[in-house]
Nanobody, 121 residues
């Protein structure tokens, strides 16, 4: 089973990026999926999460700017990031796990390799 996160890059403040996380090897339609991020020198934090029935939750600082979505038929989870700020700069990781194990990173079964988002001022 592999998760592959992609879509990161360098963008100016105010710009947008769309992250994707594709899964191979099995389906995750009944699992909760989400995105964490980790900035240099900081702890990993949960950015957004989406359950199998589409319920979402967001980090306060990204509410109104980021949107998480999923396509159970195709497996991937997406993170649309708008109005990006320099403080959004981090490595973003997708993760998958049973709903009851969120938001504990140590209890999540599958992780993508991370994709770097850099927002310049």
């Amino acid at each position: 089973v592999q998760l592959q996160a992609y879509g990161g890059g360098l963008v100016q403040a105010g710009g947008s990026l769309r992250l994707s996380c594709a899964a191979s090897g099995r389906t995750f339609s009944s699992y909760t999926m989400g995105w964490f991020r980790q900035a240099p020198g900081k702890e990993r934090e949960l950015v957004a999460v989406i359950t199998s029935d589409g319920s979402t939750n967001y980090l306060d600082s990204v509410k109104g700017r980021f949107t998480i979505s999923r396509d159970n038929a195709k497996n991937p989870v997406y993170l649309q990031m708008n109005s990006l700020k320099p403080e959004d700069t981090a490595v973003y990781y997708c993760a998958v796990g049973p709903t009851e194990n969120w938001p504990r990173p140590d209890r999540l079964d599958f992780w993508g390799q991370g994709t770097l988002v850099t927002v310049s001022s």
